[in-house]
């Protein structure tokens, strides 16, 4: 299982890091945003993906999971969701001011 | 335990909440947003004379020991840092109040810079490395926010960049916790001491902690700090001056407290990398300074080249040197906020950024021109001045360990920052050019005034109180050398 989540974090990993490297806006925060999901995948398979009860004192369970990963998961998601819609919000904006969403003509300044 | 830790994390985040609901209303917003900072600064004040009686303090979270719990440690580092922190956000809020503009306050400027302090201030304090994950957040989603407010077209081109290297530096941070939470299964700062020291620092652990190096020195400016000079140009001057203090001076806490703390083992490779970014870092940075005759981009690289500066006294590692690097930091806060201001005034007074467009400002301001020359001198470390004890330590340091290369380059770092801020100098005050228009003198308002006289007076009183101030950072100094205090202090109560 680790192997096939190894793969799928790889593939995440590349589409995304493909998705930044494009000129246009809107592709480049997809690109961060599949990247993040990536790395949600990557914390939840570092700790070795295991089958136990939660870990609660009550369950009296032979294994317990990890649940340090999953916290860090669920803060991250959060987190990358704030920025990502800001990202979007701000992003817009940008075309709506600027004319453009492609970076390459977003580059420099005006006084050069 | 003490639960004053982490009263100045808490204050800034109610203000901010209260703030919120008083958006339309800018002079209340003013006076709760500076008086929550000074009383923060009174309470920090506390929490370090508890320090150096008590030693470390530190607040395990719901009373969970840990290294399960979330914990809250206040070493004389960090509280040292606080304390500067607050008192730079201080002055930039006192010069915010009448220069920032009623549209920007509206649009609750003051919630964001409290937010941003919140960020910066638990970074400082937090024990383990996801909560440092998680301040750094809120700090950078409050500076996305600053920076942007205002909406103009530099603005907002200038922030796409910044929030999207912010973006990725985030995320290879979140990916370098999960490689070393496999590696080793902790994320507390001062277990995973212990725990990469029984693992021994071999090549997986070295390569983690370069994912950390990059991670940090991305949001530090540390060599990789292409984003730096154009994103720290577009906001209004006080929002600069917050940034320019505060923002990479978070990045190199977090460089310092991993590489002193978690990852020195291997000195050999992890420390002279650092050495080596540190010293391209000061180079690049000193080209940057001197090539450009735009006052902003002049500062900007100047931020680069004192974060090259207090890299390289990381890098050096001895009691010494870590000793010069907390001075020479808490030194570069107060200055760099104070040079920031400064310059803002500058390019108001003179309606342009380029030196080429301004001259023979000292008959109109002399105050202003007589500040900066000060601060001038203050960062390059003329003796009487702050910078100095800080660079002197550093460089002895550097000495008495051998690295002959990396100190010469060190030591002509601050001949560029000399010429690069004379350069500032002489073009804005000194120059007289019949074929410039005649500055109008113009009125600050008073609480400008105070702002930049509150913080040229600390910067003159670190550098004659050195024996006082030294006191203090040399208890940093000596957690930072002695990483074996910090974790005693942590895990054995």
Sequence with gaps: MELYMAIAIGVLFAVGLYLILSKSLLRIILGTSLLTHGIHLLLLTTAKLKTGAAPLLGEKAEAYVDPLPQALILTSIVISFGVTSFFFVLAYKAYQRLGTDDMEELRGNEDE | ?493
């Design chain 2, 1 to 493: 335990m003490n639960n004053w830790v982490v009263l100045p994390l808490l204050l800034p985040l109610v203000t901010a909440v209260i703030l919120i609901f008083l958006s339309k209303k800018v002079r209340l917003q003013r006076g709760i947003s500076l008086v929550s900072v000074l009383i923060n600064l009174a309470v920090t004040v506390l929490l370090v004379g508890q320090i150096s009686r008590d030693g470390i303090q530190t607040l395990y979270m719901g009373g969970w020991l840990p290294p399960y719990g979330i914990v809250f440690v206040a070493d004389m580092f960090a509280a040292l840092l606080v304390l500067i922190t607050l008192a730079a956000a201080a002055a930039s809020l006192l010069f915010a109040f009448r220069t920032i503009g009623e549209k920007r306050e509206q649009y609750y400027f003051y919630p964001f810079v409290q937010f941003l302090l919140a960020g910066v201030i638990g970074s400082f304090l937090t024990g383990d490395l996801f909560n440092l994950f998680v301040c750094f957040e809120v700090m950078l989603i409050s500076s996305y926010a600053l920076i942007v407010l205002g909406g103009t077209k530099r603005q907002l081109r200038e922030t796409l960049k910044y929030i999207l290297i912010n973006i990725l530096s985030s995320t290879l941070f979140v990916a370098a916790m999960a490689y070393l939470y496999g590696a080793v299964g902790t994320l507390n700062m001062a277990h995973l001491s212990e725990r990469v020291a029984e693992a021994q620092q071999g090549g997986m652990l070295n390569s983690i902690a370069v994912m950390f190096l990059i991670v940090f020195a991305l949001k530090a400016g540390l060599f990789l700090f292409f984003w730096l000079p154009g994103s720290y140009s577009v906001p209004p001057t006080a929002v600069i001056a917050l940034f320019g203090a505060l923002l990479t001076k978070v990045g190199l806490y977090a460089l310092i407290r991993t590489f002193s703390l978690i990852f020195y083992h291997d000195q050999g490779f992890t420390h002279s990398l650092i050495g080596w970014l540190a010293a391209a870092t000061m180079l690049l940075g000193g080209l940057g300074a001197a090539a450009y005759k735009d006052i902003h981009r002049v500062l900007n690289y100047n931020v680069i080249i004192s974060v090259g500066f207090i890299a390289f006294g990381l890098s050096v590692g001895t009691r010494e040197a870590f000793d010069g690097t907390v001075l020479y930091l808490l030194h570069d806060m107060i200055a760099k906020a104070l040079l920031f201001l400064l310059g803002g005034m500058i390019i108001s007074a003179a309606g342009s950024s380029s030196l080429n467009q301004m001259g023979g400002l000292i008959k109109t301001y002399p105050a202003a021109g007589w500040m900066f020359f000060i601060t001038a001198l203050a960062l390059v470390g003329i003796p009487p001045l702050s910078g100095f004890a800080g660079k002197l330590l550093i460089v002895s340091g550097g000495i008495s360990a051998t690295d002959y290369w990396l100190t010469g380059i060190a030591v002509f770092s601050s001949l560029m920052v000399l010429y690069s801020l004379m350069n500032v100098f002489i073009g804005a005050f000194w120059r007289d050019d019949p074929m410039l228009p005649a500055v109008e003198r113009k009125k600050w308002p008073a609480p400008v005034y105070v702002s930049v006289t509150a913080l040229l007076i600390i910067v003159l009183g670190f550098g004659l109180g050195a024996e006082w101030v030294y006191s203090f950072a040399g208890q940093a100094g000596e957690v930072l050398s002695n990483p074996s205090l910090y974790i005693d202090a942590v895990l054995k109560e």
